[in-house]
């Protein structure tokens, strides 16, 4: 999940979500929120994330984990941004290593507060450019509401909630479910791997150090030992720092290859081959890699953008609440 990015059609009223056990109204959020008090909002960031893909296509898939970082810890409140003195902010919690991003939220927000100071949030711009980068590497379209207000508190240990490489797929689905995301939402957006990189750093485990039944340690014995010596041929014992596709054979396009490879055990990460573990994902999975799926539904372009969305609406702060930042990296 979170472990992509070189470093996964709106719904335009969204109902309260459960956050951290308190039921948070984002009502306030619609599509077009800057249309008269910041009218080149988007589109000023849409520009600014097509110029530094140029640079760096890589930084595309590292944007749409760099919104799942910020909205599964305590919502999409831009606490992700927020660089802390001793270390103790919420991005310097391990979760987060391989971040990036923070330094095109940092750029857009300069630029946007030249057009219209103090108007467009950061949270607001972290899911503007995530949904940006999806259309980039050649997802879908799709509107999002705005309207997000900024968070007054950034923590190491709140970071502890997102979920891990190495969460079995029931703790998966509960730390989805407390953001109040289903089983199908958990699929789809592990599906924005269908683009991206890993480090060796999380496959470690999988590969060399997985508990065995039997006793001991070794590799996760659901790997296809062909994949098996694929994988472990590209990441050595104690390389961290190697990438590889998330998405084998299909690295740079968007599309549905990722949940066929899951299917066959191609899954490179263990929580992506934890997708095929439970009955309510393992439907999941096989009703959107089915080749038949894109001529009669259901329609994984159509319903990953609603994830999406869904998944940006987690915990929002509106209205009064919360503040505008003059920067991205520190409080008013």
């Given at each position: 999940?979170?472990?992509?990015?070189?470093?996964?059609?709106?719904?335009?009223?969204?109902?309260?979500?459960?956050?951290?056990?308190?039921?948070?109204?984002?009502?306030?959020?619609?599509?077009?929120?800057?249309?008269?008090?910041?009218?080149?909002?988007?589109?000023?960031?849409?520009?600014?994330?097509?110029?530094?893909?140029?640079?760096?296509?890589?930084?595309?898939?590292?944007?749409?984990?760099?919104?799942?970082?910020?909205?599964?810890?305590?919502?999409?409140?831009?606490?992700?941004?927020?660089?802390?003195?001793?270390?103790?902010?919420?991005?310097?919690?391990?979760?987060?290593?391989?971040?990036?991003?923070?330094?095109?939220?940092?750029?857009?927000?300069?630029?946007?507060?030249?057009?219209?100071?103090?108007?467009?949030?950061?949270?607001?711009?972290?899911?503007?450019?995530?949904?940006?980068?999806?259309?980039?590497?050649?997802?879908?379209?799709?509107?999002?509401?705005?309207?997000?207000?900024?968070?007054?508190?950034?923590?190491?240990?709140d970071a502890d909630v997102l979920?891990?490489?190495?969460?079995?797929?029931?703790?998966?689905?509960?730390?989805?479910?407390?953001?109040?995301?289903?089983?199908?939402?958990?699929?789809?957006?592990?599906?924005?791997?269908?683009?991206?990189?890993?480090?060796?750093?999380?496959?470690?485990?999988?590969?060399?150090?997985?508990?065995?039944?039997?006793?001991?340690?070794?590799?996760?014995?659901?790997?296809?030992?062909?994949?098996?010596?694929?994988?472990?041929?590209?990441?050595?014992?104690?390389?961290?720092?190697?990438?590889?596709?998330?998405?084998?054979?299909?690295?740079?396009?968007?599309?549905?290859?990722?949940?066929?490879?899951?299917?066959?055990?191609?899954?490179v990460i263990a929580s992506d081959?934890?997708?095929?573990?439970?009955?309510?994902?393992?439907?999941?999975?096989?009703?959107?890699?089915?080749?038949?799926?894109?001529?009669?539904?259901?329609?994984?372009?159509?319903?990953?953008?609603?994830?999406?969305?869904?998944?940006?609406?987690?915990?929002?702060?509106?209205?009064?609440?919360?503040?505008?930042?003059?920067?991205?990296?520190?409080?008013?």
């Amino acid at each position: 999940m979170g472990r992509s990015g070189g470093g996964g059609p709106a719904i335009l009223l969204v109902a309260a979500v459960l956050v951290a056990g308190a039921a948070v109204s984002n009502a306030q959020l619609k599509v077009g929120f800057y249309s008269k008090s910041c009218p080149t909002a988007e589109s000023t960031v849409a520009s600014a994330v097509r110029q530094f893909a140029d640079a760096d296509s890589t930084i595309l898939p590292a944007l749409v984990r760099l919104q799942f970082h910020d909205c599964f810890v305590k919502g999409c409140d831009g606490s992700v941004l927020i660089k802390g003195v001793g270390n103790n902010a919420e991005v310097n919690n391990n979760k987060h290593q391989g971040l990036r991003g923070l330094d095109v939220v940092d750029s857009i927000k300069q630029q946007l507060e030249s057009e219209c100071p103090g108007v467009v949030s950061c949270a607001d711009i972290v899911v503007l450019a995530s949904r940006d980068a999806i259309a980039f590497t050649g997802g879908p379209s799709f509107d999002v509401p705005t309207g997000r207000r900024d968070g007054r508190t950034s923590s190491l240990r709140d970071a502890d909630v997102l979920p891990d490489v190495k969460d079995s797929i029931d703790v998966l689905r509960s730390k989805f479910a407390a953001n109040g995301l289903d089983d199908k939402d958990l699929v789809l957006l592990s599906s924005a791997h269908t683009v991206g990189t890993t480090a060796c750093f999380f496959l470690q485990d999988r590969l060399y150090n997985f508990p065995l039944a039997g006793g001991g340690r070794g590799a996760d014995p659901s790997i296809p030992e062909a994949f098996l010596s694929e994988l472990q041929s590209r990441c050595a014992p104690g390389d961290f720092n190697t990438r590889l596709p998330l998405d084998r054979g299909s690295e740079a396009e968007f599309d549905t290859s990722i949940l066929r490879n899951i299917r066959n055990g191609f899954a490179v990460i263990a929580s992506d081959a934890a997708l095929y573990n439970a009955t309510a994902t393992v439907g999941v999975v096989d009703t959107y890699s089915s080749m038949l799926s894109a001529f009669f539904g259901p329609y994984f372009r159509q319903d990953f953008a609603d994830a999406m969305v869904k998944m940006g609406s987690v915990g929002v702060l509106t209205g009064a609440a919360g503040e505008v930042r003059k920067v991205c990296s520190k409080f008013n």
